[in-house]
């Protein structure tokens, strides 16, 4: 799920994906104040969580307004055994996305001299999952039509270019280091990260440097609500949101989540000859040695083992889990990369956090007499226009305008008269145990003056 580019540092490594994984945050929405992360760590609010999402199960309803094209459902941002900082296989991610209803999977992998991302990359349908190879070099995901190997020392704008050249996509990636950025050309920009999320978590990254915590306080939590644990990462992307805003301004960026997937956070105690429990990380690698003669809370760990037996292990961010996050929902007319390539560049896409609810069937579209205006559209503005929207959930629809609300509805289905001419998007929000979540993030329809 997160970044780590030094292989030889395990120690900071261990620190970066510990800290990361229990990270627990609350969206924003008006005045809504956000909840500390180590405060929403109880079984308590993660039982509550888990109810609420029960209860919104038996309250969906297919969607009745028709966009005319198949949602399929997309993770980007994602890495495999070709990266550094990740062993999964592909049998292992094609598995997952079965299991979280993911049908097409982008790869960014971290580019080395010694293969060539494009060309040896996971491509083509395995086991009915589409899977389209990428990178992520200079600041971007970069999904290239060909080799653009030899490109790789070059600085970000050409690096961007190139990969436009072969007819490919490129996004803007990890917004809260580049927010200063300014590339022409590119299709769009991430506009949620989970690493990112993460970031304003102090306090927890501060409790969490002690793998105790992990063992005695986070595991019994994700053992009862997995799903739960890592879903608390979920925050309103308000910065990245407006950087988007701006960027639409300029030209039509289309908007994705990413997912940033590795299958790299974990913590597994194997007992030694001695008695002392050794700690590895998600990869496998040896961060520490923890003695339970000096920490009695321990102990417990030992009963029945022997030397060489894993006494603990804890798995925090698997694929699946990871999948069922965040995901960008491609509007397609038929399962392939072409079309998927086609949704990207022209903005047919939703982003979503379906670990709430299933948004599939989620319509945002500008009707002018007979023509209908998918997401991503550019529409000459003119009266009589209006904006359709429906969801399989009730909830409140906000419509933005240039990156600031112009109304909100809740219900089943919005619809709004265009009276002059702008940015729109939608978000939908939902209350989830008293909380407001945003559920879906919709990609612009530009009315051009």
């Not at 990270?23 to 079984?43: G, K, Q, S």
């Not at 209860?55 to 969906?60: A, F, M, S, W, Y």
């Not at 305008?401 to 265009?418: L, N, Q």
Request: with cysteine.
């Amino acid at each position: 799920m997160y970044r780590q580019h030094s292989l030889g540092r395990q120690r900071r490594r261990y620190r970066v994906h510990i800290t990361m994984a229990g990270a627990l945050i609350a969206p924003l929405l008006a005045n809504v104040a956000a909840a500390d992360a180590l405060d929403r760590l109880t079984l308590d609010r993660l039982k509550a969580q888990q109810q609420a999402i029960e209860l919104l199960k038996n309250d969906r309803e297919p969607v009745a307004l028709n966009s005319g094209l198949t949602d399929y459902r997309a993770v980007l941002h994602v890495h495999s055994h070709l990266s550094h900082d990740s062993n999964g296989s592909i049998a292992e991610i094609v598995k997952a996305a079965h299991k979280a209803g993911v049908r097409i999977v982008m790869f960014t992998e971290h580019p080395e001299e010694s293969y060539d991302f494009f060309t040896d990359g996971h491509r083509g349908s395995s086991d009915g999952v589409l899977l389209i190879p990428g990178a992520e070099k200079h600041g971007l995901l970069s999904y290239p039509k060909s080799s653009v190997q030899d490109k790789l020392g070059a600085g970000s704008q050409e690096f961007s270019d190139a990969v436009r050249s072969t007819g490919g996509l490129t996004f803007l990636s990890h917004l809260e280091e580049r927010m200063d950025w300014e590339l022409n050309g590119l299709t769009g920009t991430e506009i949620y990260n989970t690493h990112a999320d993460f970031k304003d978590e102090t306090r927890l990254a501060k409790a969490l440097f002690n793998p105790l915590t992990l063992m005695l306080q986070i595991a019994p939590a994700v053992k009862k609500y997995p799903q739960g644990v890592f879903a608390a990462l979920h925050d309103y992307p308000a910065a990245y949101l407006k950087k988007w805003d701006a960027l639409c301004a300029v030209s039509p960026h289309t908007g994705i989540a990413a997912n940033d997937s590795h299958h790299n956070q974990g913590l597994r105690a194997k007992r030694l000859d001695d008695g002392k429990l050794q700690l590895t990380d998600g990869l496998g690698e040896v961060v520490t040695t923890l003695d339970p003669q000096k920490l009695p809370l321990l102990k417990p760990l030992l009963l029945g083992s022997k030397p060489g037996d894993t006494v603990f292990e804890l798995d925090l961010d698997p694929y699946a889990r990871s999948f069922r996050h965040v995901s960008t929902h491609l509007l397609m007319d038929e399962l392939s990369e072409a079309a998927a390539r086609d949704a990207l560049q022209k903005g047919r896409a939703f982003v979503a956090f379906d670990w709430i609810a299933d948004p599939s069937g989620f319509v945002f579209q500008a009707v002018s007499g007979d023509t209908i205006h998918a997401m991503g559209s550019e529409v000459p503005f003119s009266e009589g226009t209006k904006f359709e929207s429906a969801a399989p959930l009730p909830g409140t629809f906000r419509l933005l305008r240039d990156g600031k609300e112009v109304t909100r509805h809740t219900g089943r289905s919005f619809e709004f008269k265009v009276t002059q001419a702008g940015i729109y998007r939608i978000e939908v929000w939902l209350n989830l145990a008293g909380e407001p979540k945003v559920w879906i993030l919709s990609n612009p329809i530009y009315f051009r003056g």
